[in-house]
């Protein structure tokens, strides 16, 4: 039975409301009260947030976070997964700057890093992260990391600024032929409900859950930095970047050709388990490592996350591409009316005018004596120019002069008669990453 007495006329002549709904009124007041608290919970929790480790730069109206440490020319960019940032880096950066350059980033929307415009395509994260490199002032030559959708970023970079790219590792590249809409749908609902979680201050009470939304064991170095990996704007930004991956998954088909690499180094980390082989992944990264003449598949026992269960692969993964990448510093392309070759040089002052060649500053043309076999860096033909003896001219005889393919046509004749290439048409189009300017 409930406490109610019979409607009476105010002054104004309405009805009081019985107290019953009186009482509903206060409780529904008191819930939504509630509710403005804990939406408060995860604002006023990032006021302590722990500051950056690197710089935020400004990309075009908003900021985005970089950290840069190490020395020396390659640089290595590290690109994360999807709601991963710098954070899940750290062991990898760790080692790998005492080697080289290594910068981690947040993409737009992640960790420190601000929001960026929609739709967040895997493109326009590519340009974004140009401009920030730009910003930050790391031109590169660049070896680029990228890990499950990161690889996306790294393919779009090869395609769009191919003369800035000297290297490639994939960890566990994510495969755009299973990126539908229909079977992202769970993982953008996943999102939206962690996004809720957040707001209302779930991370902040049951950290333990962090984990499964990781979807790894978190390492302990890293637990008082995940609330600022993982929060309300990092889950918006994640359950839009996949609601724009069908659009993505499209774009990425005609970066995937035969010769899209060249010649740039390049491995591919396989993480050999079960849901790998469901997805396709070994296929898919057998035809991604093909697309370098310098490409190698690693399979590694492994969940998705190999920086994480085995960083040492990875790291020296990384390190063996700089090295590739600084071991082909010597090597230029030609062009001969449509024909081109590759030659190695070894001596300074050529390298200069080849470069000078290469920037239209002088008409001089190459030159050097011709041996069998392709050298290890003149692929496909089946002879090369001796580095030691590769020097830029001003005139030349014509009995040296002619197309890369007559030299195939009649291989005995030019190696033993001729003894010498001299192309007079010939133009520099490829100089080695380390030397771009």
């Known amino acids: 039975m409930t406490d109610e007495k019979p409607s009476e006329k105010n002054e104004k002549g309405w009805k009081a409301k019985p107290r019953k709904i009186r009482y509903s009124a206060y409780g529904g007041a008191a819930v939504a009260a509630l509710f403005v608290i804990l939406l408060s919970i995860e604002p006023i929790g990032s006021l302590g947030n722990p500051a950056p480790p690197g710089r935020l730069l400004d990309v075009g109206g908003y900021k985005m976070h970089i950290y840069c440490t190490g020395e020396g020319s390659p640089t290595v960019i590290l690109d994360a997964g999807l709601g991963q940032g710098t954070l899940y880096w750290s062991q990898v950066q760790e080692s790998v700057s005492k080697h080289a350059r290594v910068c981690s980033y947040d993409r737009a929307g992640m960790g420190w890093s601000e929001s960026g415009p929609k739709p967040r395509t895997y493109m326009k994260v590519t340009e974004e992260l140009h401009a920030l490199l730009s910003a930050a002032g790391e031109q590169g030559p660049l070896v680029l990391v990228g890990h499950s959708s990161g690889a996306h970023t790294v393919r779009f970079f090869t395609q769009d600024f191919p003369n800035e790219v000297a290297g490639i590792v994939l960890e566990d590249a994510a495969n755009e032929r299973v990126l539908t809409q229909e079977n ?16 209302l201050g779930y991370f902040r009470i049951n950290e333990d859950s962090l984990a499964t939304m990781a979807g790894m064991e978190i390492p302990a170095e890293l637990k008082p930095y995940l609330h600022i990996n993982y929060n309300s704007k990092t889950f918006a930004t994640s359950a839009d970047e996949l609601m724009a991956m069908p659009v993505t998954a499209e774009a990425l088909e005609p970066t995937k050709y035969e010769g899209a690499w060249k010649d740039i180094p390049a491995i591919v980390l396989t993480a050999d388990n079960e849901n790998g082989r469901m997805l396709g992944m070994h296929e898919h990264h057998t035809q991604l490592a093909e697309l370098s003449t310098k490409g190698e598949q690693i399979l590694v026992n492994s969940s998705h996350n190999i920086h994480i269960d085995q960083p040492d692969v990875v790291i020296q993964a990384i390190l063996n591409v700089v090295d590739a990448a600084i071991t082909t510093s010597d090597t230029f392309v030609v062009d001969v009316v449509g024909e081109r070759f590759s030659v190695r040089v070894t001596d300074a002052e050529t390298t200069r005018l080849l470069v000078e060649n ?80």
């Not at 992202?184 to 707001?199: E, F, I, T, Y």
């Open 184 to 199: 992202l749908a769970p993982g953008v609902k996943m999102m939206q409900d962690a996004l809720l979680a957040s707001r």
């Open 358 to 437: 290469y920037e239209h500053k002088n008409s001089m043309h190459i030159t050097g004596k011709l041996a069998r076999g392709d050298g290890g860096f003149n692929n496909p033909w089946p002879w090369h120019l001796e580095p030691d003896s590769v020097r830029m001219a001003e005139v030349s005889i014509e009995l040296c002069d002619g197309r890369p393919s007559l030299i195939e046509e009649d291989l005995d004749y030019w190696i033993e008669t001729v003894g010498s290439y001299c192309p007079w048409s010939s133009s520099i189009v490829e100089v080695p990453p380390l030397l771009r300017s």
